[in-house]
């Protein structure tokens, strides 16, 4: 939600949305973080976001954007892991007319199509305790050259935690060489009393 607002006062958005229980779409427009336009939308179902113009009226911050391909990139990098968190929601992605579609499925297919490896290259874990683990991580014989393929969840919330992914490599020994790199999903899901979620992700 935070994000949302952050984005749209500082570019053009038009947000369009429609629950099952609605009986029309409704779709908002704003520039700069000020409504322009809030009138009923085609959309069947779901919601649809799409942003324009990002920084365009203020430079001193759009002259701080990487090149086009990298900040696309970092895009769906985040992207990514909502995709992988809801399985159940279908996503349909478009940047700069590069499209991915994700339509529902089960984690092992939503994993396996994020990842870019056959389902059977999956390999599930899972750890029923006080601490519930489970997940996919990907065999062996597929390695990555960077950790951006690394995916951890605490209650369903994306972390960046050095500690599980030094284990995951400790994990995978000497199947990996220098500079290979394992994929995973893992899912941690624990009581609530015992996370604070006003935490950044990479804490």
Do not use: C, W
Request: glycine share 4%.
């Amino acid at each position: 939600g935070e994000a949302l607002a952050s984005i749209a006062s500082v570019s053009e958005i038009k947000l369009s949305t429609k629950s099952i229980e609605d009986e029309i779409a409704s779709e908002i427009f704003a520039i700069e973080g000020m409504i322009q336009d809030l009138k009923p939308s085609s959309l069947t179902a779901g919601t649809e976001i799409v942003v324009e113009k990002l920084f365009e009226n203020i430079p001193a911050r759009k002259k701080f954007l990487k090149a086009k391909a990298t900040e696309n990139k970092a895009i769906q990098d985040i992207l990514n892991k909502f995709v992988i968190a809801n399985p159940q929601v279908s996503f349909y992605i478009d940047i700069d007319g590069i499209i991915r579609n994700y339509p529902a499925s089960d984690l092992k297919t939503r994993i396996a199509s994020i990842l870019k490896v056959k389902e059977d290259d999956l390999i599930e874990v899972f750890n029923d305790s006080q601490i519930k683990i489970s997940g996919f991580v990907v065999h062996p014989r597929n390695f990555f050259k960077a950790r951006t393929s690394q995916f951890v969840f605490v209650n369903g919330r994306p972390i960046i935690d050095n500690t599980i992914g030094k284990a995951a490599i400790d994990g995978y020994d000497t199947f990996l060489m220098k500079h290979q790199y394992p994929a995973y999903a893992i899912f941690l899901n624990m009581s609530p009393k015992d996370v604070d979620v006003n935490v950044h992700p990479r804490k």
